[in-house]
C-alpha cells in the first residue's frame, strides 16, 4: 500500500515557476514508477510526466516537454515536479500516481495503470 500526498501548489504568474512534491508512505516507494496528472476545470485528466522507478527514464507530454521535469528522491520518499515558464493553460489540479506494473514502460500515459493516487493541489498560473 502506498498513499501520497501532493504539495507545492499555488497562484503564479506566467512565466514563473513552482515546484510540486509528492510525499509517499511505504519503504518500498523505489520499486514504483511515479507519473503526473493533470485536469483543468471541464476537462479529462491529462498525463503530464512519468518516471521509473529507481530514478530511470523519464517521460513528458509534448505541452510540458522542456519546461518540466520530474525527478526522484528515493531516500526522502519524494517524487518532484519542477515547472518553469508556466502558461495560463498549465492551470489545473495536478495529481501524482504510483504502479508497479510491469507495462509502465509502454503505458506511463494510461490513467488506468496507476494504482495509487493522491488528492491533488491546485496550480493557477495568471496571465
Known amino acids: 500500500q502506498v498513499q501520497l500526498v501532493e504539495s507545492g501548489g499555488g497562484l503564479v504568474q506566467a512565466g514563473g515557476s513552482l515546484r510540486l512534491s509528492c510525499a509517499a508512505s511505504g519503504r518500498t516507494f523505489s520499486s514504483y514508477a511515479v507519473g503526473w496528472f493533470r485536469q483543468a476545470l471541464g476537462k479529462e485528466r491529462e498525463f503530464v510526466a512519468a518516471?521509473?522507478?529507481?530514478?530511470?527514464?523519464?517521460y513528458y507530454a509534448s505541452s510540458v516537454k522542456g519546461r518540466f521535469t520530474i525527478s526522484r528522491d528515493d531516500a526522502k520518499n519524494t517524487v518532484y515536479l519542477q515547472m518553469n515558464s508556466l502558461k495560463p493553460e498549465d492551470t489545473a489540479v495536478y495529481y501524482c500516481a504510483a504502479t508497479g506494473s510491469m507495462y509502465f514502460s509502454g503505458s506511463y500515459y494510461s490513467r488506468n495503470l496507476y494504482d495509487y493516487w493522491g488528492q491533488g493541489t491546485q496550480v493557477t498560473v495568471s496571465s
Open positions: 518516471i521509473r522507478w529507481s530514478g530511470g527514464s523519464t
